[in-house]
Every structure is written in structure tokens, then in C-alpha cells.
């Protein structure tokens, strides 16, 4: 490594780096040929780290294409989230509501036990899986479980999964009015 400082070449050499002491302008000379690597560093970390204004334009600007693609998309997951929440709503619309502590319930039966299950959360419900609280209703007292919920387009059916460890999801029905 050389430094030239003052017209005079400063060689970091194997006699110089197994020196113990040193003269102040060896030091001096010393610290700064390690601060000047130190910045030329930083600067190029900065430089790899920051895009240019170039690069920032590129990327925010969309082609006309790819504007109508991206809203296109848009548009059709908007449809698929509408038409989901219009097939619950047919659904739900011949389903008894359970009034119990004030709040409003549907009763979700199965061939072994019952949930009821908030109506706001099956309003809410429509293209996503939800966490949910189950009220279980049993001979002794209620009983509460958290599980998962999801509504299935294809067979307008609740699906409800009753671990939160090993999600598997079972059909279940709204009891009608």
C-alpha cells in the first residue's frame, strides 16, 4: 500500500507493520491511509445501497399495459370478493339469528355437537379465512374454542376448523328458521 502525502511514498511494508512503536508521522500517515479506506467503504456501501434518480423513474413509471393489467386485476378480485359476499348473504338470509348476552348468533350444527358463532363475524366472512371464537354449547355450561372459518363458493357451505395447530377444515350448516 502507498500513501503519498507531501511529494514523499509511505510503504506499509512487513518491517513497518511489525514495528511497536512508531514515529508521529508514520502514525499520522498511518491513520490516515486506514480513514481514507474506511470512507472509500462507506461510500461504496452507499452506493450499492441507494439507487440512482434513473433507477427510482423507471420504477414508478407503468407502461399503459401494465396499468391495464395491474387494474384489471384489481377489478377482478373486487368482483370475486362481491360475489362472495352476495352468496353469503343468500345464504344467510333463511338462517335463524340467536340473541344471547345481548349479541347476535347463528347456530352451526353438526351430527355431534353445535357452535354458535357471531353474526357479525359471518357478515364480515367472505373471500379470506377468519380466527374466530366458538361458542360451544354443552349439557353443563358454554364453552368457548377458537378456530378458523372460511366460506366455500363452490358448495355454500361454512367451513370451520376447530384446531389451531392442525387446520382441517369440516362443512358445517346454519340451522334454518
Same mark, same amino acid.
Given at each position: ?81 362481491? #360475489? ?10 333463511? #338462517? ?10 347463528? #347456530? ?6 353445535? +357452535? ?31 378456530? +378458523? ?22 362443512? +358445517? ?5
Amino acid at each position: 500500500m502507498q500513501i503519498l502525502k507531501n511529494h514523499k511514498v509511505f510503504r506499509l511494508t512487513e518491517k513497518t507493520t511489525d514495528k511497536t512503536s512508531y514515529t508521529p508521522e508514520e502514525k499520522r500517515c498511518i491513520l490516515e491511509a486506514l480513514n481514507a479506506r474506511r470512507k472509500r467503504e462507506e461510500k461504496e456501501k452507499k452506493s450499492h445501497r441507494v439507487p440512482s434518480e434513473n433507477q427510482i423513474v423507471k420504477k414508478t413509471k407503468y407502461t399503459e399495459e401494465e396499468k391495464r393489467r395491474i387494474l384489471e386485476e384489481l377489478n377482478a378480485r373486487r368482483k370475486r370478493e362481491q #360475489k362472495a359476499r352476495e352468496s353469503i348473504r343468500a345464504y344467510l338470509s333463511d #338462517k335463524k339469528i340467536y340473541l344471547y348476552k345481548g349479541k347476535s348468533y347463528y #347456530k352451526v350444527k353438526d351430527y355431534k355437537q353445535s +357452535f354458535y358463532i357471531l353474526k357479525e363475524t359471518m357478515n364480515l366472512l367472505a373471500d379470506t379465512v377468519c380466527s374466530v371464537e366458538l361458542e360451544r354449547s354443552g349439557y353443563t355450561a358454554n364453552r368457548r374454542q377458537k378456530g +378458523f372459518i372460511k366460506w366455500d363458493m363452490s358448495s355454500k357451505r361454512i367451513l370451520i376448523s376447530l384446531s389451531n395447530v392442525r387446520v382441517y377444515y369440516k362443512p +358445517f350448516e346454519i340451522e334454518k328458521a
